[in-house]
């Protein structure tokens, strides 16, 4: 049996907090990969479901590459 060395990958991670108080937890690399919990813990962890079944679909040399994080100022009127 060939045993095959685990590689780890660094994956960047968005997380937000929506109008009625979920956190909503989102990885960049891959298009529509987003979960939810009631706590940023429980977010992590379906998000982490979600990274394994988008893995399973998109070998890591096609992951979308993660540049930066800038924050955007707009002014507004509301």
């Known amino acids: 049996m060939e045993v095959?060395?685990?590689k780890k990958i660094h994956l960047p991670l968005i997380i937000e907090k929506d109008e009625v108080g979920y956190y909503i937890a989102s990885c960049p690399a891959f298009k529509g990969c987003h979960s939810y919990?009631?706590?940023i813990e429980?977010?992590?962890?379906?998000v982490k479901e979600?990274?394994?079944i988008c893995l399973e679909e998109t070998p890591v040399e096609?992951?979308?590459t993660?540049?930066?994080f800038r924050e955007l100022e707009i002014a507004t009127n509301a």
């Open 4 to 6: 095959f060395p685990i």
């Open 37 to 39: 919990g009631e706590t």
């Open 42 to 46: 429980e977010a992590l962890e379906n």
């Open 50 to 52: 979600v990274i394994d």
């Open 62 to 64: 096609d992951l979308n």
């Open 66 to 68: 993660f540049i930066e």
